[in-house]
């Protein structure tokens, strides 16, 4: 029987399986029943076994309305097709119809009836695991198989499993796949699996919404799509409010506001009349955009500053008498922080509080940087007093959005402040990065000397970066700073400053293409043209070139001030820059 197991096809493996297996094994034990191999107590947990096993696939069949007389009938085949209708297998089959006749006798007794239960509850846990390590195996192999494997090969690597590939092991294995990150080999087994000949008619609604969440878990917003398109080809696999969910979740992430627009549509029109009659579509015909969906719509209105967006969402909300919840509110907040709508995120806030929702952090952000926008510096603290007596969880980005609302309005002091309550507290970012927050936000507010005093103290406290210096080297070359832009691109070249106590290695420091571009803006804005060319040419050593987009006026600024030579220069070094990429 294992001779003939081996050289069974594939196919053949896969329908007879559970069935062969268990003949292989009844048959070794049937045989040393026979021989007189086992002791009394051995045959009577035998037989014992057998009447479990008996039972266990009558309940099963019951519920496909086959009953344990057809399990036998079938094992009987079974042996006879794989082993020429050997005697053993004969009077296996006997022995089976002879248990399951007996098996309500043995019922009555209190002592069988007891090690019988055990014995079912240990026969299935050790089937279920056994399925469960040979799923993750296969999961396993199909992680490290290559994406353009071909289809014979991946068919082969699909059957080596040695499963009944069910909706439910598929359904496990996609998401084995999409913890381990490979979404694209996810797919090909959804497609893989649907493409087969008794699969073609009958798609799993269930293994596509399990795509669609790993898919978004993957941050695959057109994959998710096409998904969804392909589940409402079918009528087995039409979605679900569960799947409107998912794909929603996904666009309204990516950003994609068109395409939920037309998700909402979908959802608003009825199911044409010939796939209506079906039965299985009763409930979707009754689907309507809920409080999930309208979410995913502000959600991705938000990239877009589409605050016009967002207030049509919230009246077709109110205008459906769903009730907003607090994400709801936030997301509202958002999008019109973003559009610089600051009276009416205040005005959301408002709202919010009148209905008995409680904020999240990232709703306090939120309007934070909507009062410090505004110039409404002492609401926003006291919007950050009333966050800390409502007992939510403190959040560093809630006083790093109040310090750099405080260094807007000039109160760079009072941030000092609020920085030393963030060290307190553990979703705090470094050092180097909240100081670098702060000094852009007083570049923004166009407070010069705020943004230096930032920088002398940061120095005393943590080592500053590259991306701290460039945002120091463009801020005095925009203010016509020269002599200090140079005195710290001349220290970053040597690796360290010389007045920061926070350095450990003199080799931390190293300029970049940012740094370049910054200390050439500053050149060309107080019109040092000889140290302009010596620091391009340092930059073409180095292997860095002009981005012609971002340095436009850069390049304005040379043709008007007349120096042909360094336009030939810039001109030179790019063409030669093309050149190279077109060979490579």
């Known amino acids: 029987l294992e001779e003939r197991w081996r050289l069974m096809d594939e196919d053949k493996k896969e329908e007879v399986a559970d069935e062969f297996l268990c003949v292989i094994h009844d048959s070794k034990q049937l045989a040393k029943v026979q021989k007189g191999e086992l002791s009394q107590l051995k045959k009577e947990s035998f037989l014992n076994k057998a009447t479990l096993v008996g039972r266990n696939v009558s309940s099963r069949k019951e519920e496909t ?18 082993s020429g209708g050997s005697e053993k297998m004969a009077t296996l089959g006997r022995l089976g119809n002879m248990q399951s006749s007996t098996s309500d006798n043995l019922a009555c007794e209190e002592t069988n009836e007891k090690n019988g239960n055990r014995g079912e509850a240990g026969l299935g846990g050790v089937k279920v695991i056994r399925e469960a390590r040979r799923v993750l ?115 309204g992430q990516a950003g994609h506001l068109k395409e939920l627009l037309e998700l909402i549509k979908i ?75 600051f009276d009416l995120a205040l005005q959301y806030f408002t709202w919010m509080g009148r209905a008995g929702l409680s904020p999240n952090a990232l709703t306090y952000q939120s309007v934070v940087n909507a009062c410090g926008r505004k110039g409404c510096v002492d609401d926003a603290i006291k919007i950050v007093e009333q966050m800390e007596h409502s007992g939510i969880v403190e959040s560093a980005s809630v006083y790093f959005a109040l310090a750099c609302s405080l260094c807007m309005a000039g109160r760079w002091q009072d941030a000092l402040l609020q920085v ?68 710290l691109f001349e220290e970053m070249k040597k690796g360290w400053i010389g007045n920061c106590r926070a350095f450990k290695s003199k080799n931390r420091l190293s300029p970049d293409i940012f740094t370049y571009e910054a200390m050439l803006g500053a050149c060309a804005i107080s019109e040092e043209w000889d140290y302009f060319d010596l620091v391009y040419r340092q930059m073409t050593m180095r292997g860095h070139q002009l981005c012609g987009d971002r340095n436009m006026w850069l390049m304005n600024k040379i043709v008007k001030s007349g120096k042909r030579h360094l336009v030939d220069s810039v001109l030179c070094h790019s063409e030669k820059a093309a050149g190279f990429l077109s060979q490579e």
Request: aromatic share 8%; proline share 3%; with cysteine.
């Open 65 to 82: 309305g086959r009953g344990l007389r057809t399990q036998a009938i079938k094992r009987e085949e079974i042996g006879t097709r794989c």
């Open 137 to 251: 195996s296969l999961a396993n192999r199909l992680n490290k198989s290559d994406y353009w494997t071909p289809k014979w090969q991946f068919s082969k690597l699909m059957h080596s499993g040695r499963l009944k590939l069910t909706d439910d092991r598929v359904l496990r294995l996609v998401q084995l796949l999409g913890d381990m990150g490979n979404w694209r080999c996810a797919m090909q087994v959804v497609s893989w699996f649907h493409n087969r000949q008794r699969c073609r008619n009958y798609k799993s609604r269930y293994v596509y919404t399990t795509m669609l969440s790993v898919l978004g878990k993957a941050h695959r917003p057109v994959e998710a799509l096409r998904v969804f398109n392909e589940m409402r080809k079918s009528l087995f696999s039409y979605p679900d409010m569960a799947s409107y969910h998912s794909v929603a979740v996904t666009l």
């Open 267 to 341: 959802l608003l029109l009825e199911v044409d009349t010939s796939m209506k009659e079906s039965p299985m579509l009763e409930k979707a015909a009754c689907l309507s955009p809920d409080i999930v969906v309208y979410n995913a719509v502000i959600n991705a209105c938000v990239p877009h500053k589409e605050w016009r967006c967002a207030l049509w969402t919230w009246e077709h909300l109110r205008k459906t008498g769903i009730l907003p919840n607090s994400a709801t509110f936030g997301l509202m907040i958002e999008v019109m922080v973003r559009a610089g709508k």
């Open 420 to 487: 030393t309550k963030m060290q307190r507290l553990t979703s705090r970012k470094s050092n180097v990065i909240t100081y670098t927050g702060l000094i852009q936000a007083c570049k923004r507010a166009g407070r010069v000397y705020h943004a230096i005093l930032l920088f002398e103290h940061m120095q005393q406290v943590c080592a500053p970066n590259v991306g701290t210096c460039n945002a120091m080297i463009n801020l005095y070359g925009r203010n016509h700073m020269f002599k200090d832009a140079r005195a």
